[in-house]
């Protein structure tokens, strides 16, 4: 009965290195323990399935990954769908890291990169618990990213579309994984040319956050665009010194003691922004 966070990261992946026990483990953990009613269980589990993946390839892409994707669309049970896309998330990493994503079938890896939307077709976001959901979908859109699957333009805007909506939403936990799921995704996606982003996207991103936060009267909004602000790639916030001024005013505006959201001071909107500053230093230079 030793600390659950060793068992399942440190033991369960010594165990898992005799080739006896290895199945057995896996199995275990995205059977049982990916949809555990304990949302915590259900994040530690993914992150032992992470270290577990590059230990038995075929095993994990053409036997557990068709089945969480499978799982993730779930309409009836929360733990199960939140659990699955936790579990392809971490999977999808380790796959990457390992230089492993082509253990999975063209089919597979179609229906992985057609999830969100899948999701959101199904509202699946509704009812108790969506923000789980919500939170689920950032991480797996981040792990896409870093692991630079292959998307058509298309598929790029609308996972953006779906981080975006996802910045104002009131949770601070949920914007930050829609801020994290955002830098990986501008950064691997959207390329910009010597002469800096084109017009659409510049207006898509940069202007379209500094205007929200500095008109927004909704604090949950101002928050999340300003927060969103500190983790724009730097291809982003300076390509050249007027795009960077910009952005670098609007934050001082927006972190100054008097400044106002909705009519009435917020100190939350104060701390991202000042949080974003800091990060656009140490992302410029």
Known sequence: LGNRTDAYLTIARQIADFEDHRRSIISHLYRCKLFHWDPNLRT????ALRGLAALDLPFVSKTVVPSLLDKSLNEKDLPTRHGAVLGLSAIILALSKSRSVHHLS???LDRLIALVPEIERKRLYRGRGGELMRSG?????????????QLTVRDQVRLLDT???????????????ACRALEALLEQYFPVGPKGPSDRLQKRVVDKFVGKVR????????RGYALALGHLPAKLLAPNDFVLDEIIDCLRECARPCSLVGGGGDAETRRDALLSLSRVAQTVG
């Open 44 to 47: 530690l589990s993914s992150r």
């Open 106 to 108: 063209q089919r597979e």
């Open 137 to 149: 979908v950032c991480q797996l859109i981040e792990c896409m990213s870093l692991a630079k699957l």
């Open 163 to 177: 981080v975006d909506a996802t910045l104002p939403h009131p949770s601070e936990t949920i914007q930050q994984d």
């Open 215 to 222: 008109t927004s009267d909704n604090p949950a909004i101002a």
